[in-house]
């Protein structure tokens, strides 16, 4: 991102105040149409949930009975049942007998993976993560996942910020402070398609994340890969398999690998999975059985039937991309028109996932979501790819393109953009005021 100063200086010799004033008459232009967008969140289209509405009507009534003959309706089979294991194998690159499918969140199993170290430990653990003398810190590259950062906060782990880089973490950064600091219990990873700047890790950066000497014995890496099948340019990324890794290198139990099929099918209908070493799957499937007699092995069938192999996975993914990809183009065309010329924004171009991550003028993110809303549109949380939920530069925000359609978005993006422009053109004109350069 450019400096301010040499923005305000670069735009005053080209009129800063005509750039300006146009700013406001579109801003003013938008602002009376009386909209009312809300894309906040990214979430599937009802044209998206749409390409798995065969799965409701999976029928299991004269078929409940999985492979290996497990009663789908009754209770047990806390690890889940083999074929859906069998199914997300190969996605996940684990062995069928060390993934976990249970319940329909990923989120929910980090939640209690964090909970379960926080009570008892982990079994490379001298003592319960929340018996540590000094507390606990986990690694949080951002931008990140603002939920990731709302758990942590949640059970009061401290958070230590570590920069995205075009490849993954700063590597350099995240090496000497696992080395170094004991109290340094995990890091949060995306890594494919990451949120929100669509990173996916080179293999070079998961090679030493599963390689690196770390203080913490216990050290855990949560992988969370919610979009390992979800691409938006026809060739998929290849990402390193951080579990063979981190094997490899005698780190067996340090990933805890995360997936579901919540943005594949039916979010919030579907199901999700731990991956791991064998002892992380002991360790897990133990604290399971104190909370649940067993998991919904009906839905497990249901989803298993309908998605079948990892080739028609593959199909049904081409399909939403099919859907997605016209939307991320889209916000492409829309930032490059409106705000190209100008030097005040940069933004991710994501090869797959849900989000593009767009950089503002620094000083003006928290403004452009002020002025986006009074102007019907909300699009964003600023600071909420952040720890504690504060960008120090405030000029960072999350684009969600996935749900609304394509004229809706349009409009949306048409007003982000003139949102971007008018602070940008304001805080520059107050700088270029401040220092002289304009009357
Ligand atoms: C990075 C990431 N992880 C997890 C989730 C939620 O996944 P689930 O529905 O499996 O809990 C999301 C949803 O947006 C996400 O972006």
């Given at each position: 991102m450019m400096n301010v100063v040499d923005s305000a200086l670069k735009i005053a010799r080209d009129d800063l105040n005509r750039l300006k004033s146009g700013a406001d008459v579109e801003y003013l232009r938008y602002s009376k149409m009386g909209l009312k967008i809300d894309m906040t969140r990214g979430i599937p289209?009802?044209?998206?949930?749409?390409?798995?509405?065969?799965?409701l009507d999976v029928s299991l009534a004269s078929?409940?009975?999985?492979?290996?003959?497990?009663?789908?309706?009754?209770?047990g089979g806390q690890q889940g049942l083999l074929e859906a294991r069998r199914l997300f194998s190969p996605i996940v690159g684990v062995p069928e007998e060390q993934i976990v499918v249970g319940g329909n969140s990923s989120l929910?199993?980090?939640?209690?993976?964090?909970?379960?170290?926080?009570?008892?430990g982990t079994p490379d653990s001298e003592c319960a993560w929340s018996q540590e003398p000094g507390g606990i810190s986990f690694i949080?590259?951002?931008?990140?996942?603002?939920?990731?950062?709302?758990?942590?906060?949640?059970?009061?782990v401290r958070m230590i910020s570590v920069p995205m880089l075009d490849d993954g973490p700063d590597m350099g950064l995240v090496k000497r402070l696992v080395a170094n600091d004991s109290s340094i219990k995990g890091i949060w990873c995306v890594p494919k398609y990451s949120n929100p700047t669509g990173t996916t890790y080179s293999k070079e950066v998961v090679e030493a994340l599963a390689a690196?000497?770390?203080?913490?014995?216990?050290?855990?890496?949560?992988?969370?890969?919610?979009?390992?099948?979800?691409?938006?340019?026809?060739?998929?990324?290849?990402?390193?398999?951080?579990y063979m890794q981190a094997a490899r290198h005698g780190h067996s139990n340090r990933p805890l690998i995360f997936a579901s099929t919540s943005k594949m099918t039916l979010p919030g209908g579907g199901i999700a999975l731990l991956a791991s070493s064998k002892d992380n799957t002991a360790w897990w499937l133990k604290a399971a059985a104190l909370r649940s007699v067993g998991p919904d092995k009906v839905n497990q069938l249901r989803q298993v039937r309908f998605l079948r192999s990892p080739e028609k996975i593959k199909e049904l993914m081409e399909q939403h991309r099919q859907m997605l990809q016209p939307k991320f183009e889209r916000v492409h065309e829309v930032f490059s028109r409106m705000l190209g010329d100008y030097g005040v924004?940069?933004?991710?171009?994501?090869?797959?996932?849900?989000?593009?991550?767009?950089?503002?003028?620094?000083?003006?993110?928290?403004?452009?979501?002020?002025?986006?809303?009074?102007?019907?549109?909300?699009?964003?949380?600023?600071?909420?790819?952040?720890?504690?939920?504060?960008?120090?530069?405030?000029?960072?925000?999350?684009?969600?393109?996935?749900?609304?359609?394509m004229a809706e978005l349009t409009t949306a993006l048409d007003v982000i953009s003139i949102c971007v422009a008018k602070a940008a053109f304001d805080r520059l004109s107050a700088i270029a005021a401040a220092s002289g350069f304009i009357e």
């Open positions: 289209s009802p044209q998206q949930i749409g390409l798995s509405t065969a799965l078929d409940y009975l999985s492979e290996d003959g497990t009663d789908s309706r009754n209770y929910a199993l980090m939640y209690e993976c964090l909970a379960q170290a926080w009570r008892h949080c590259v951002t931008p990140g996942y603002d939920r990731h950062f709302a758990m942590c906060e949640d059970f009061g690196m000497p770390t203080a913490a014995k216990d050290f855990r890496i949560f992988w969370d890969n919610a979009y390992v099948v979800h691409p938006l340019a026809e060739v998929d990324d290849s990402l390193e398999n951080i924004a940069q933004w991710s171009r994501p090869r797959g996932g849900y989000f593009v991550s767009l950089e503002v003028l620094p000083g003006t993110a928290k403004r452009v979501v002020d002025l986006a809303a009074q102007a019907g549109v909300k699009f964003a949380t600023p600071g909420s790819c952040f720890p504690y939920g504060v960008d120090e530069r405030d000029s960072q925000l999350r684009i969600a393109p996935s749900y609304p359609e």
